[in-house]
Structure formats: C-alpha cells, structure tokens
C-alpha cells in the first residue's frame, strides 16, 4: 500500500436545511435596529440603510432562538465601499467578536445581489448582525434569511491506494439512507452504515 489515511481529505461543508427566519420589509424594518453610524427606513417593500459613519451596521434579536450552525443570506444593493460582514451571538456565546461572524465580498455597483455566508453557531443564536459594507453611503436590504445548516453525511472514512486500485470506506452520518455515485456504479448506503468502493486502476 503506498498510501492509507483515517482522515477524509476533502472534509464536508455546511448543507443547507430548512428556514428558519425569514425578514421582508413590506410593513416596517421587521424589528432590525440600527446603530448609531447609520439610519434606517422600510420603504418601497425594502429596509434602506443610509450610512452616515465608517461602521454602520442593524441588527435583530430572534423571539425563539434558533439552533446552529446555519446559514445567513441577504438580498442586498449597496453604494457604500468594502466587505460585507454577518455576526451572530448565542446563548453559550452572548458577546460580540470577530470570530462569531463571517465576511463576504460585495458588489457595490446598487445592484440586486444575494449572498450568503456561513455561521458555526454554537448554542442557539439569540441575536444577528448585518454590516452592509463600510464608510458613508447606502444600502437597501430586500431580504434577509436563516437556514438551518449541518455537516454532510457522507464522509471519507478511509482512503489507500496501490499501483493497481483505489479503495474508499464511505460513512453515512445520517439515519436515512443514502445514493452514492461511485466507481461507476450506484450504491445505497444505509443510515448509520460504511461502504466499501474498489476502483482497479489501468
């Protein structure tokens, strides 16, 4: 064997699940405040952000908290400059940080644009922050969204190879089987259950 590993090389990312939260702006700002660098106003169905200072942000306490981790997303068109950035508190984790949030790049030509950004909440989130960009300017929000998110159930268990094939162990997590496309063929991996994959090599 020249290789055999017990770590998946290639570790699975966040799938989403079902929503959550769901804020429009038809009626009023849905209950997001804002900070003092920025004002806010629901108007013509969206929730106008004007920045007045370098660090505008709003934000929105959650009535039930929702369990992590999960996904945000926003549609967002913006005039404003720089990154934009989620951040979250829970109630393991009830203070703000840097490393409770995620950045995503922005597009600030005031174009509709969704986006969308990871949160490894641990606990269950009880607030969310939205900072649209940075510096002066505006920004409107159309939506803003929570999905439910988890790892995917199937990981590489073990992966060896040899001049002549490559053997895979897949591991479903779930408790629902699974279909697997692999080596050619179509496999159904049960709940809970590991399969093995062989792919001789010319």
């Keep these: ?19 959550l939260y769901r804020w429009s702006f038809e009626k009023d700002t849905a209950g997001w405040t804002a900070n003092p660098d920025c004002r806010i106003a629901a108007a013509d169905g969206v929730l106008k952000i004007e920045s007045t200072g370098v660090d505008p942000f709003v934000i929105a306490r959650l009535a039930v908290p929702a369990p992590g981790p999960m996904i945000a997303r926003v549609k967002l068109r913006s005039a404003t400059s720089g990154t ?11 203070n703000w940080s840097e490393r409770q949030s995620g950045h995503f790049d922005m597009n600030h030509d005031f174009q ?16 969310l922050r939205l900072d649209p960009g940075m510096g002066q ?6 939506w803003i969204e929570l999905q439910q998110a988890g790892p995917h159930p199937l990981v590489i268990e073990r992966l060896e190879t ?4 490559i053997r895979l162990a897949l ?11 692999a080596a050619g063929r179509t496999l159904s991996i049960a709940g809970g259950a590991t399969a093995e994959v062989v792919q001789p090599l010319r």
């Design 1 to 19: 064997t020249l290789r055999a590993q017990d770590v998946d090389p290639n570790p699975p990312g966040l799938v989403k699940g079902r929503l």
């Design 84 to 94: 934009g950035q989620f951040f979250w508190t829970s109630d393991r984790q009830p």
């Design 112 to 127: 509709w644009h969704e986006y969308e950004v990871p949160l490894e909440v641990r606990g269950s989130l009880t607030q």
């Design 137 to 142: 300017g505006r920004a409107e929000a159309a």
């Design 162 to 165: 040899t001049p002549e094939r």
């Design 171 to 181: 591991k479903n997590r779930s408790e629902q089987p699974i279909e697997v496309g």
